[in-house]
């Protein structure tokens, strides 16, 4: 019993200790997990802290740069603003300032009309004075006096005429035919510079301004890259909606006008999009020189040509001369030579090709030196052209002599194209210079005030001073006036001299 009881102590006193123990490592082990707990969640606050900062630093720096790029969206606009009211602003100074001046020639005018009013009553009665003087000291009438003095002008007129008749013939004799077509072979063979510089610009139109910010593209990248794929110049200036194209090959500035005109049109513009755009525009053009030159044989009844041939005349769709489209001219020419070649005789499809092939040359004078003849009769005879046909192209502008009738007749076909009225244009830059010198030799004779050229040159307006020059003075320098320009200009038609003396008139055509 002893035994047992002792037995059961023992039991309750090691299950005590037991639990006891048991307790003590349960509480140590949650003690440790709320350490480890609390260390985790003050970790993770603080990362999420540090994250959240990061967020908002990021989102400061991209606001900050969006606020940046907005004042200076805001600053350049403003400053164009300012340029443009500038600019508004000096024209209305300006139009105010002319129609000052307006106003006060328009007072001065009625004051002078008044007084030449009053002259011209006065030197009416005088010279009704001194004719009934005159015919009294004289014994002749005014009719009579007229008559005699028009008489000796019409004798000097007619003299004169007949001088410069016999100078023209006499020069003509002395240089002859050899100099007449060697100038006409350095006039023709080559675009001068004034007209090249008219004929090798192209301006797109763009349909916004914010469009060229565009083109050139962050620190010019776009534009960098542009010019240096299509070999193009891009000219972008103050030219609202617009820029130029400029290059002296036109089919390569017809191959950048595509370009430009597909990444406009796309609007995503960036290197890699412009060598795309690039390729399909060359492509493109490749595709309609081909058709353009089928296009001209076809109308003009050639067919058996050699494909590159093709290929050359259609590359003259983007080529002109003097303002003539030369693959037009081409075909003009060839329809020309075979209506001469049939009424003469001769055979017109012959004559006719090698009218349509005289000026092939033109599509390669910027990539090889020499006349354009000489090197279209090459092109031609590598390209396996009849031997006529060589010939004609070679002597169309007397380098070589001509030794066919279809050579002669290819040349005259030319000529008849191009000399028509209309075929052709003289350049800008000539233009001006004719007028200039049209004023300048009205200016330099003696009593004359002002010089108006008018009607692109056509009419010449020369006001005089009417203290100096009389009415018959008048008729004279109108006279000497048309003389010097017949001698120094060289002007299709008639220039109407009108030398303007008090309100009346005097007018002499040459």
Do not use: W
Not at 77 to 106: F, I, V, Y
């Amino acid at each position: 019993m002893t035994i047992a009881l002792v037995a059961v102590g023992a039991l309750v006193l090691g299950a005590a200790g037991a639990y006891f123990v048991y307790g003590s490592v349960m509480a140590k082990r949650v003690d440790t997990a709320q350490a480890r707990a609390t260390k985790l969640m003050a970790d993770a606050e603080l990362e999420a802290e540090s994250r959240v900062r990061q967020a908002l630093l990021g989102v400061k720096e991209e606001i900050s740069g969006m606020r940046r790029e907005a004042e200076e969206n805001l600053r350049s606009r403003r400053e164009e603003a300012k340029r443009n009211e500038d600019r508004l602003t000096r024209q209305e100074q300006s139009l105010e300032t002319k129609l000052a001046e307006l106003a006060g020639r328009e007072q001065r005018l009625q004051e002078g009309q008044q007084q030449l009013t009053e002259l011209r009553s006065q030197l009416e009665d005088a010279a009704a004075t001194q004719r009934r003087e005159l015919e009294r000291v004289g014994r002749l009438t005014a009719q009579e006096a007229k008559e005699t003095l028009m008489k000796q002008v019409i004798d000097q007129a007619k003299r004169d005429a007949m001088g410069t008749v016999r100078e023209i013939e006499q020069q003509a004799r002395e240089e002859g035919e050899k100099r007449a077509r060697k100038i006409v072979t350095i006039a023709i063979q080559r675009v001068a510079s004034e007209t090249t510089s008219e004929s090798t610009v192209s301006v797109f139109p763009l349909p916004s301004e914010d469009m060229k910010g565009r083109i050139i593209g962050r620190e010019g990248r776009n534009i960098r890259a542009f010019e240096g794929m299509t070999g193009v110049n891009l000219i972008i200036d103050d030219t609202p909606e617009a820029v130029v194209l400029s290059c002296f090959d036109p089919v390569r500035r017809e191959v950048a006008r595509l370009t430009l005109e597909k990444l406009v049109s796309n609007g995503r513009i960036h290197p890699a999009r412009i060598e795309e755009m690039y390729e399909r525009s060359l492509s493109d053009v490749d595709e309609q020189i081909k058709r353009a030159g089928q296009d001209a044989l076809a109308e003009v009844g050639i067919l058996d040509v050699h494909p590159e041939m093709v290929k050359v005349l259609g590359r003259l769709q983007y080529r002109t001369s003097y303002g003539q489209n030369v693959l037009r001219h081409l075909v003009e020419a060839a329809h020309i030579g075979a209506a001469i070649a049939a009424e003469l005789g001769v055979d017109p499809k012959l004559v006719k090709r090698c009218a349509m092939m005289h000026d092939i040359g033109k599509a390669v004078t910027h990539e090889v030196e020499g006349s354009h003849a000489l090197i279209g009769a090459e092109l031609a005879r590598r390209l396996k052209e009849p031997p006529e046909v060589v010939h004609a192209i070679e002597s169309h502008h007397g380098e070589v002599e001509q030794r066919t009738i279809e050579a002669v007749l290819a040349q005259t076909a030319d000529a008849i194209s191009g000399g028509r009225p209309g075929a052709r244009r003289e350049s800008l830059e000539t233009y001006v210079k004719r007028l200039e010198r049209l004023e300048e030799i009205c200016t330099s004779y003696a009593g004359v005030e002002k010089t108006f050229a008018m009607q692109a040159g056509r009419e010449v307006r020369v006001m005089v001073k009417p203290k100096d020059v009389d009415d018959l003075s008048a008729q004279v320098l109108a006279r000497d006036i048309a003389k010097q320009v017949e001698e120094e200009l060289q002007y299709p038609g008639q220039i109407k001299i009108t030398v303007v003396r008090e309100i009346r008139a005097v007018e002499y055509a040459k």
